[in-house]
Structure formats: structure tokens, C-alpha cells
């Protein structure tokens, strides 16, 4: 079975350039989840997807973040501009939408704004 | 403070020594919990699921403590290829919460 699949793997742009991620989930998974990981820290959630619907995005910075799920399948990430402190690795990850079921990441992308 | 806490450590252990890491977590409602390993530079993986009764996978204990919100993970007879970051993971309404994870390092 293929995993979640993510590109690119590594990303560096200059301060409020704009850059987009993509992300494929495990064929058949409902939810969709965008993770921003700073180093050091554990993957904080940005957006949560529900087929094409969003769940939760109440952390995404939706002055510059943006992110979309058209047809329920892939999904893509988009910051503009971006800034010094979106540095991270941006991790998909995705499940079947069942509760307490297991959630299967992506390798992420990593950002480095300079 | 933090929905879910965890000592970053890192606990530097000999191969064969038992350690064992504690996560708190803020919201009595919490309803599954999880614990997940990430390797250096790679992606956070299950490792297991932690039940109301406690369960073992081999070498790996994991316990919840309702009453005191917190769960723990215990692994016996360390192994080289432990060394990892262990990430405590809440759930609650179908949103999971991680913690800032616990390095180990175990030493020949």
C-alpha cells in the first residue's frame, strides 16, 4: 500500500515569497491533516479535512496560509507571503476518519525562509 | 500551560537499562491517546495506542492515569535502535494534540 506521499521534500525560498506544498493521502482516507513542526517541537496542527470539507483550521494563519482539498483526495499548502518564522517541516498526514485510528504521515517538506 | 506536557529530556541510557517517560495532559474530556516515535529528520509513527486497562507490545508498556491525566510509556531492555523522539499524542473530538516529545539516546 502506498504511503502519503508529499513534495517537494525541500524547500527555500527568500522572506514574502510565496510557496506551495503538495500532498497525496493513502488512497481511501477521509481526513486530511496539515502539521507545521518546528524544530524541537512536536507537529502542531494547522488544518484538518473531512473529504473536501475543512474540520478545524482554527490554527492556521489564515492571513498568509491557505490550504485546499478539491475532490476529497489530494491537498495543497500555500504561504504568501512568507515569513522568517514559517521555517519548519510541514508534514501531511492522513486516516481513515474512524475514531482512534491511526493517523499515517507523510516524509514533510522542508521550509527554510531566509 | 500546554495541552500536553512532556520532559524533553533527553535520557541518556545504557543498552538493557528500563526508562520510562510521563506526558500530562490539560483536558479531563481527552479521549484516546497515543504514544509515536520520530527519528531524526524522518516523519512521526505509531508506535501504540494506550487503553483505559494498560497494554504491552513486547518491550513497550504503555498506562493511562485518568484520575491523574497522564500517561506513560515504559521500555525494557533498552536497545541501540530505540534512540528516537517519543511523542505523546491527545485526542479529543476528533482532534490530536501533540507533545514536544522526549529524546532518547541509548548507549552501548
Known amino acids: 500500500e502506498a504511503g502519503v506521499a508529499q513534495s517537494p521534500r525541500y524547500k527555500i525560498i527568500e522572506k514574502r515569497q510565496s510557496v506551495a506544498f503538495w500532498c497525496n493521502p493513502i488512497?481511501?482516507?477521509?481526513?486530511l491533516y496539515w502539521y507545521q513542526q518546528i524544530l524541537g517541537q512536536g507537529p502542531k496542527l494547522l488544518i484538518q479535512?473531512?473529504?473536501?470539507?475543512?474540520?478545524?483550521d482554527s490554527q492556521l494563519p489564515k492571513d498568509r496560509f491557505s490550504a485546499e482539498r478539491l475532490k476529497g483526495v489530494d491537498s495543497t499548502l500555500k504561504i504568501q507571503p512568507a515569513k522568517l518564522e514559517d521555517s519548519a517541516v510541514y508534514l501531511c498526514?492522513?486516516?481513515?476518519?474512524?475514531?482512534?485510528?491511526?493517523?499515517?504521515f507523510g516524509q514533510g517538506t522542508r521550509l527554510t525562509v531566509v | 500551560r500546554k495541552e500536553v506536557e512532556q520532559d524533553p529530556g533527553p535520557f541518556n541510557v545504557p543498552e538493557g537499562a528500563t526508562v520510562a517517560f510521563n506526558c500530562t495532559y490539560s483536558?479531563?474530556?481527552?479521549?484516546?491517546f497515543f504514544w509515536y516515535r520520530q527519528d531524526c529528520r524522518k516523519e512521526p509513527k505509531l508506535l501504540m495506542s494506550?487503553?483505559?486497562s494498560g497494554n504491552e507490545d513486547g518491550r513497550f508498556t504503555a498506562q493511562l492515569n485518568r484520575a491523574s491525566q497522564y500517561i506513560s510509556l515504559l521500555i525494557r531492555d533498552s536497545k541501540l535502535s530505540d534512540s528516537a523522539t517519543y511523542l505523546c499524542?491527545?485526542?479529543?473530538?476528533?482532534?490530536?494534540?501533540f507533545g514536544d516529545g522526549t529524546t532518547l539516546t541509548v548507549k552501548p
Open positions: 498526514a492522513s486516516s481513515s476518519g474512524l475514531s482512534n485510528t491511526e493517523a499515517f
Open positions: 488512497s481511501g482516507h477521509a481526513t
Open positions: 479535512f473531512q473529504n473536501n470539507g475543512v474540520v478545524d
Open positions: 483536558n479531563s474530556a481527552s479521549q484516546s
Open positions: 494506550v487503553y483505559s
Open positions: 499524542v491527545v485526542r479529543y473530538a476528533g482532534k490530536s494534540t
